[in-house]
């Protein structure tokens, strides 16, 4: 706009808040199919009541999730905002796609970051399980002897494997949630799972504050990004995610992360 029409950027934002515009941030999700509000309902009302029974029953689950990251950086869209007077509550769509990346695996455990642990090429429902038994599992024991009560997983393909879900049931016998698990996971549901509403984004814009030289470095980035994550932080995600349950419920299933 200041290129367009001449006028310096610190005069122009005067005027857009006189006339009550607001930089809206695009907020990323997926579209909902038709029965998944009934499903997001019912596991928004299962964390309610657990919540109630326990105030620390978030902190008892660990949450799980992988994610890309790329050599070449990708686009930072916490830096994307669009100007109105109302909100256009836009959803963007779009996925990176690089030639050279790192898929990592990470968890949030209360007031702890479990991992990141690198995953090498395409992760199946051996490696995924190999990963669990050899890695995540063995580093969540603490000399106090607390153990995560509760476990999470999405839906991806290896997290559905038979001998995944049967290692999970002997691990948290009735106590893990995901696809077909004692408790299930509303697909479609970023906006409820703290790694995708905090965690992929936080390090994303940690690691490209510069510019990767390659996946040694890259790596060496994504440490440091988990390492810098204080307790406190992770208690706000931890009340976040209380928030997200309470207006999943409020708004019927449907997503409300736009509105946050």
Known sequence: MSLESGISRTSLLPILATHKWHPYKLQLLQHLNEDDPDRRTEFAEWAKQKLEQDPQFMQKILFSDEANFYVNGEVNKQNHRYWSDTNPHWMDPSKTVGATKVMVWCGIWGTTIVGPFFINGNLKVTGYLKLLHDDVFPSLCTEAGTFPELFQQDGAPPHYGCQVRAFLDEQFPGKWIGRRG??????RSPDLTP???YLWGHLKAI?????IRDVQHLKLRILDACAGISPAVLLSVCEEWEKRVALTIQHNGQHAEHIL
């Open 182 to 187: 004692p408790v299930e996971k509303p697909p």
């Open 195 to 197: 790694l995708d509403f």
């Open 207 to 211: 690691v490209y504050g510069v510019k």
